[in-house]
């Protein structure tokens, strides 16, 4: 069984490539289709069509991300695999136009889980054992995770195939094997900051979608004087989409806000990222 590090450029699953070598280390973009977000370095943006085999407008994550995979793939001396899915626009038009929320968290399993699958299962054709990059403050995650395994396996319902009228074919496939070696290894937030102190890597300011709907309110607020492009994107796409993407608030009422000038970043932490991987 291949072993596969999942990376989604923040500092830990980073942290994990660094220290953990692997058959496999595999990220998956989000794309977006919004000229609006277009990723402004285009020898970069045409580097990342050619890495990803399709084309890219921007994406939906901050654009530092992608500098984060290219310096990450140059510190661990390994080729990282880049993958994607369908773009966010397509996603929800798959979804009647229903918005993801958080009762239906469907943006992880289509932006991030298939694309991995999928690649999986096109150039591998069995499961793997996947490294996550959980620290040692994150057994309950771990937990979670191994709760839903089936012989020790996360099965999930994929399609790889159509029947003869044109409709997918769906079964049931075993995915990866959860591995948590921060866990194992007793590694916390701390000593992996200390870890990139003096390190020629870039990292976004938070990975993840930057309109996340797990994020609280206030961040989405910073996140509109950080990102106002792509936050632009996420509330013209709730305007015109079904449903909203929190409950509570619609992101043009978080637009209107007036900005919390006296938060620190400090104020937010991961568990605002949404947990797509970190």
């Known amino acids: 069984m291949k072993t596969m590090n999942s990376l989604s ?5 980073s942290y994990l490539a660094a220290n953990h070598s692997a058959d496999v280390d595999i990220f998956s973009l989000v794309r977006v289709e919004d000229v609006n977000c277009k990723f402004k370095d285009k020898k970069t ?21 992608v500098y984060t995979m290219l310096d990450l793939e140059q510190f661990i ?8 899915g369908e773009t966010f626009e397509q996603v929800i038009k798959n979804h009647g136009g229903y918005l993801p929320n958080k009762m239906a968290r469907y943006c992880t399993t289509d932006l991030k889980t298939m694309p991995i699958l999928h690649w999986i299962y096109e150039n591998l054709k069995e499961p793997v054992e996947m490294r996550f990059g959980y620290r040692a403050n994150e057994t309950g995650r771990a937990e979670r995770m191994l709760e839903k395994t089936v012989n020790g396996f996360t099965r999930v319902k994929a399609t790889f195939e159509k029947h003869k009228d044109g409709r997918n074919k769906w079964k049931e496939v075993d995915y990866c094997k959860p591995e948590f070696p921060l866990i194992d290894g007793n590694i916390y937030k701390d000593t992996i900051e200390e870890f990139w102190k003096d390190k020629d890597v870039r990292f976004a300011y938070m990975n993840n979608c930057v309109g996340c ?3 609280s309110p206030l961040l989405l607020r910073k996140m ?10 996420f509330t013209d796409i709730e305007n015109g989409s079904k449903g909203t993407f929190r409950s509570d608030v619609a992101y043009e009422q ?6 919390q000038g006296e938060l620190f ?5 991961e568990c605002d990222s949404g947990h797509c991987g970190l």
């Open 45 to 65: 943006r045409l580097l990342v069509e050619d890495k990803l085999q399709k084309p890219f407008i921007g994406t939906a994550e901050m654009d530092d991300i």
């Open 265 to 269: 970043d400090d104020d937010f932490n």
């Open 9 to 13: 450029g923040g500092k830990t699953s």
């Open 213 to 215: 709907h797990w994020r």
């Open 224 to 233: 509109f004087d950080k990102e106002g492009r792509k936050m632009q994107w």
């Open 77 to 84: 001396g390994r080729k990282i695999t880049w993958t994607t």
């Open 254 to 259: 978080i637009k209107k806000w007036n900005p």
